[in-house]
């Protein structure tokens, strides 16, 4: 029922492929450009613009099979929607910050510009796949144009960007997105009393036991819903766009359906093979070393496992 299939006009369709994470064709820019505190997601802390010392000298990360093992699960929890091969390759043609120390300082600060451009690129397009947005399939399509063209503006014009206001414009049509949404599944309820959308944006749900809710349709934009244990839950068609899945347990929750999830919000929580997944995200692979866990030690402990670094 809650299950979103690709209903994107053929003429207006965008490939996603440009929105995915190609590092073998970007400079390391999230190891360099962003900066990260020492916590339970990163080992150590660095300033934006100091390369990770983990970074090789072909961009490549020396412990990237042992990320989570070292200290820096949060490097595995990180998706820049491929803003890192745009600036690396269109941006500034190719020209890496180590062959053209002097464009550097420009491409670190054109990075995280780019990264909430393609954010959006992102969620816009997801919402065009949705059959409940043919009514808005127009201001959605010229959003997501518009939103294009900026990616391809030079470094100077992209750093005069007043970001924060295109980004008020797109999230409008996000929210009515998510409302479509809701409205479709609820219209879908046939023979049964429509209910009330649950409501939690921003709501602190930290450490909270929801296992086993009913959370259909809801709202959990900017929800903060770290360690949360949401085993078996409902989740399906709720709108997660912002949201804080940081150890939070999916183990055997349905997500069918869902709202704006990212692969980097699943990659920051915990699930197993049970957990029932969108269909333009996968499994991450720690989920199965979280599961095995599970089987032989106390689940309530599993929970803050990362806690006690």
Same mark, same amino acid.
């Given at each position: 029922m809650f299950e979103n299939k690709d209903y994107t006009n053929p003429k207006r369709d965008r490939s996603r492929s440009n929105l995915r994470p190609d590092c073998g064709n970007c400079f390391g820019l999230c190891c360099v450009a962003l900066p990260f505190s020492a916590s339970a997601d990163f080992a150590i802390e660095k300033d934006a613009g100091k390369p990770c010392p983990n970074l090789q000298s072909d961009y #490549?990360?020396? /412990?990237?099979? =042992?990320?989570?093992? *070292? &200290?820096? =699960?949060?490097?595995?929890?990180?998706?820049?929607? %491929?803003?890192g091969q745009k600036v690396s390759q269109v941006t500034? &043609? &190719?020209?890496? $910050?180590?062959? %053209?120390?002097? +464009?550097?300082k420009e491409m670190?600060?054109?990075?995280? /510009?780019?990264?909430?451009?393609?954010?959006?690129? $992102?969620?816009? !397009?997801?919402?065009?796949?949705?059959?409940? +947005?043919?009514? /808005?399939?127009e201001a959605l399509c010229s959003a997501l144009d518009q939103t294009e063209r900026l990616t391809q503006l030079s470094p100077n014009a992209l750093m005069d960007l007043d970001i924060p206001s295109h980004r008020i414009e797109v !999230?409008?049509?996000?929210? @009515?997105?998510?409302?479509l949404v809701w @409205?479709?599944?609820?219209?879908? *309820?046939?023979?049964?009393? @429509?209910? @009330?959308r649950i409501d939690r944006r921003g709501a602190d749900l930290m450490g909270a036991n929801l296992s086993g809710a009913d959370l259909k349709g809801a709202n959990l934009r900017g929800a903060y819903l770290i360690a949360t244990d949401l085993r078996d839950a409902d989740l399906r068609a709720a709108d997660f766009? &912002?949201?804080?899945?940081?150890?939070?347990?999916?183990s055997g929750a349905d997500l069918t359906g869902s709202v704006f999830l +990212?692969?980097?919000?699943?990659?920051?929580?915990? %699930?197993?093979? #049970?957990? =029932?997944?969108? #269909?333009?995200?996968? #499994?991450?692979?720690?989920?199965? +070393?979280?599961? !095995?866990? =599970?089987?032989? !030690?106390n689940p309530a402990e599993d929970i803050y496992e990362d806690k006690k670094r």
């Open positions: #490549r990360c020396s /412990i990237h099979e =042992k990320l989570r093992q *070292q &200290g820096f =699960k949060g490097c595995t929890a990180f998706d820049c929607f %491929g803003a500034f &043609g &190719g020209v890496s $910050w180590h062959e %053209g120390p002097e +464009t550097a670190f600060e054109v990075f995280p /510009i780019m990264l909430q451009l393609h954010e959006m690129l $992102w969620y816009l !397009n997801e919402a065009l796949t949705m059959k409940a +947005t043919l009514p /808005i399939q !999230n409008a049509l996000l929210i @009515k997105t998510s409302e @409205k479709e599944s609820q219209q879908q *309820q046939k023979g049964s009393r @429509k209910r @009330k766009i &912002g949201a804080d899945l940081r150890d939070a347990d999916l +990212t692969q980097a919000q699943l990659s920051s929580a915990k %699930g197993d093979a #049970r957990t =029932k997944l969108p #269909r333009l995200l996968s #499994r991450p692979s720690h989920w199965s +070393t979280f599961f !095995n866990k =599970k089987q032989n !030690n």
